[in-house]
């Protein structure tokens, strides 16, 4: 039974976590100038990864329960509270959110250069409501971020894209807009259905109906399936990631997706558990549908981002072949995962910024014999080339073995097939990269390309740190996640097993 | 003498607020004679003010309640709770009007007169006790409408409207009357706590009694723009100036509810296991035609004209959930859906400019870059009116749907949040216009203090409704006392 433990530092470090950035957005609705609007956006986004400090020091990781609990009533007549709390499986991403905000803004310093005070605005609202995703414990407050995130990552898209970016910042919102209404509804229906409440911690514990629960599971899936994206939901991805700018594709590969997973931890399995255990084979079998067809269509790219986007389909298949394992391997490896994904992704789609804004070229043609022109570029992006095809000693190592690991003991096929698209993806990168970056110089105005500036290995080093961080230590993050991780399989294999058992007896009782 | 001229006086203040009104508008009509003609505004100002005093008389009235005027006029949390919606909507009306009516060359002191009774009537349906007084209301603000759509007397579009919504809305009163003179044939009253005594004993399954609610639920429809009866919309939106669109959108169809939650939540109530499907099935057909059909336009009106079709739907489906939530979250949402439909037209009217109508959707484009603010307010309305958070749009819907829920309509809550979805492909289209495209021509925005003012009250509400809906919400759900 999770509880939310109230917060003990004296000042309210969650809602500062939320709202350092809107109060960032607001002051520079004050700056005209676009010099000064860069340094004020980075100040309040270094200030907000400076508050993670406290967040994880303080953070207790022996304990499954929330912590640096808030509540407070917001909406009496609807019962809707402000409340919000981390666990295990939320702190991380918390501390992802933040870090990769103060690097979207670094990369975009010089590659953004029309209306760069709104940029910075919609960042900053972007990062306010990622991280009120993360941290909120009401339904209501969950839906709202959620839903707020839609708003400044279309424009960012729409805005500051590509050539074709109004078809694809269109789609994006549309896909996940669909998506997310259906889960309204369910949403609504788990409230009338737990008597009234949007309590996450007290619904977690209420046993809705085995067939309610198949129908509203579905209907979160609509929502978290299309975010993640789970083959075959994925469509809108490619298109928004091609067309987005460098911070856009970022946060959308580093945080944006993750909370579809994110969703399914948090909710899903927790909410519904003998749905999840009756949906698992068909989730089992979309994941690894998805891992193989994102390699498949990463080998086929000619477009440096659009490969990196099918990456991510087949990479967080991963994810949800772990989570859905149901033990507690596969989830520890999936959630590791989504930091990992976060980070090299991440990594690899501030590394194709960093050329664009040198080439103005997205096809990987027009690359080749890089190593001799940029050779720290070179290294860079070498170390998050292995760290995505999850080299051991990389993060990306770690979370693909433990989550195979969970997958062998779910059913062995899954975890078969799966590791077959780690060789695939080691195929499409390693290629990616001889492309890219051996070879000889074939492209004329390569030969002039500038190295990587302070600013950029500034802002690429903790990324750099993070892969080997993980990829040497991973207990560092295992132990965070632990005690949240393992008391949800729990919980869920508990909450399950339950509801049968009741009607198993009930039945011998009638058939007495 | 004295004495009986005090009990007279006694026995109109529930009236005070209307008479004020009525008072103000024939005064204005007076005072039209000694004001020239640059400096018109003041009417428009001097309208305001009797606006503001019947609100406040309105507000001191709050904690008198009951029936006058043998049952006729009610004074109830459920009227009062609409009149300051009216209230909303002729005042943001007014503000919006002013510098328009100057660019049109068409600022007259009727204009100011004829949106004061057109309220006065809104207050009477909202107050009506009664099938007459009911109609009568609704007259008085359906021939004041007719004329306003009208306004515009050298421009045919113009001229088209008046006639077009004229002559339909005369076919819909018709049929209202006739459905209305059932019911009286049936119960032999036309106070509508009498039909609902009536209906409470009645043999619910006689044709009749199925009849006039269909007949009821006909005309209202067309009053709220509901589909199937919504083909005046679009070419009167059009057509009539576009200060009395924005007020069109917001004040009659506020009122439209008003008189369609006392007709179904209160008086039919006990036919609603009937009339719910009916409202049900126009409100799927509502919210399918307005959001499929906006897709298509290229005028900003035409589009907010399907728009606000759209949103009837939304209202609808509320209403056919029933239950006092379901009527709470009509009222919340039409006063929501006033503001932020009063807002977007104010940023319309801004681009209107002398020379150029300013109504094509593609003016839009660039609008980001040339006029921030604006851009920026219109962004707001947007979103809301596709009803996403944090906006109040959201608040207005979630409530509406949670309703839907919580009276088993899951399906029909399914289709209203998709055609919702639906209906952000062309809000998102004019965001789109408006940051990322480059401007087309140069801007040069009407500004003036009232539209700025009317402007700001808008995105405020939008914003504190959105954020901390409570007051409002709860203000809501105690209006319902005495009608459910």
Partial sequence: ?512 | MVTSLQDFLRQLLPLYPELVVITIALTVLLLDFFVERRNKAILGWYSLIGIVIAASMTVKLMGTTGSFFGGTFLLDPFSTYFKLAFYVACGLGILVSMKFLDIENIHRGEYYALMLFATCGMMLMASAGDLITLYLGLELMALSIYVLAGFMRSDSRSNEAGIKYLLLGAFSSGIMVYGMSLLYGMSGTTNLNGILAFLRGADLSNPVLFLASVMLVVSFGFKVAAVPFHMWVPDVYEGAPTSVTAFMSAGPKVAGFAVLLRMFAHTLQPLHADTSIILAGIAVLTMAVGNILAIAQTNIKRMLAYSSIAHAGYALVGLAAGGPDGAASVMLYVLIYAVMNMGAFGVVIMLRRSGARGEEIADFAGLGKTNKTAAFLMLIFLFSLTGIPPMAGFVGKFYIFKSAVQAGMIWLAVVGVLFSAISAYFYLRVIMLMYMYEPKQEFSLVQSPALALALAISVTAVIVIGVYPSRVLDFARASLIGIL
Wanted: aromatic share 14%; glycine share 8%; proline share 4%.
């Fill in chain 1, 1 to 512: 039974m999770i509880e939310l433990i109230p917060n003990q530092l004296g000042y309210p470090l969650l809602s500062l976590l939320i709202f350092v950035p809107v109060i960032g957005a607001i002051v520079l609705l004050a700056v005209r100038d676009a010099g000064a609007a860069r340094w004020i956006a980075l100040l309040f986004s270094v200030v907000e990864l400076g508050l993670c400090v406290p967040l994880l020091g303080n953070f207790n990781s022996s304990v499954a329960h929330m912590q640096f609990g808030e509540s407070m009533p917001w909406i009496t007549a609807w019962n809707i509270h402000y409340k919000l709390g981390v666990d295990g499986i939320s702190v991380l991403f918390v501390g992802l959110s933040a870090l990769l905000t103060v690097i979207s803004i670094m990369v975009s310093w010089t590659a953004v250069t029309d209306r760069v005070r709104e940029f910075m605005i919609a960042l900053l609202f972007l990062e306010a409501a990622m991280i009120g995703v993360f941290l909120a414990l009401d339904l209501f407050l969950f839906y709202i971020f959620w839903e707020a995130m839609l708003i400044p990552m279309y424009l960012l898209i729409g805005v500051w894209g590509g050539p074709n970016r109004l078809y694809a910042a269109v789609k994006f919102f549309l896909y996940t807009l669909v998506g997310s209404v259906l889960m309204l509804v369910a949403i609504l229906a788990v409230y009338f259905a737990a008597g009234g409440t949007f309590d996450v911690l007290t619904l977690m514990n209420y046993k809705f109906g085995r067939a309610f629960q198949m129908w509203a599971f579905a209907a979160f899936f609509a929502a978290f399936a299309v975010k993640v994206p789970m083959f075959p939901f994925h469509t809108w991805l490619p298109d928004a990631h091609v067309e987005a700018p460098t911070a856009g594709s970022i946060i959308l590969a580093g945080i944006l997706i993750k909370m579809g997973a994110y969703g399914f931890l948090r909710f899903s399995l927790p909410f519904f558990p003998d749905a999840t255990i009756a949906y698992t084979p068909a989730i089992m079998v979309l994941s690894v549908i998805g891992i193989i067809y994102g390699a498949y269509m990463a080998f086929a790219q000619t477009d440096f981002k659009k490969l990196i986007a099918y990456s991510s389909v087949s990479h967080m298949g991963f994810v949800t072949l772990g989570i859905f394992a149901m033990n507690s391997q596969g989830l520890e490896g999936g959630i590791l995962q989504m930091i990992n994904h976060g980070v090299s992704t991440g990594a690899l789609f501030f590394g194709v910024g960093v050329i664009y804004e040198r080439t103005h070229t997205r096809v990987i043609a027009d690359y080749g014999g890089l190593a001799s022109k940029v050779p720290v570029y070179a290294a860079f992006f070498m170390i998050i080339t292995l760290s995505s095809i999850g080299l051991p000693g990389t993060n990306g190592f770690v979370g693909e073995f433990t989550i195979l690991l969970g997958a062998f003991q779910h059913k062995a096929i899954y975890a078969v097939i799966a590791s077959i698209g780690i060789i695939l993806g080691a195929g499409y990168m390693l290629w990616l990269y001889q492309r890219i970056i051996f070879g000889t110089v074939t492209n004329p105005h390569n030969e002039h390309l500038t190295d990587m500036n302070p600013r950029e290995i500034v802002a690429a080093l903790p990324l750099v740190i993070l892969v080997f961080v993980v990829g040497l230590y991973p207990n560092a993050a295992f132990q965070v996640m632990h005690a949240s991780a393992d008391n949800l399989i729990k919980h869920v294999h508990a909450k399950a097993s339950v509801v049968p058992a009741a009607v198993q007896a009930a039945g011998a009782l009638i058939g007495n």
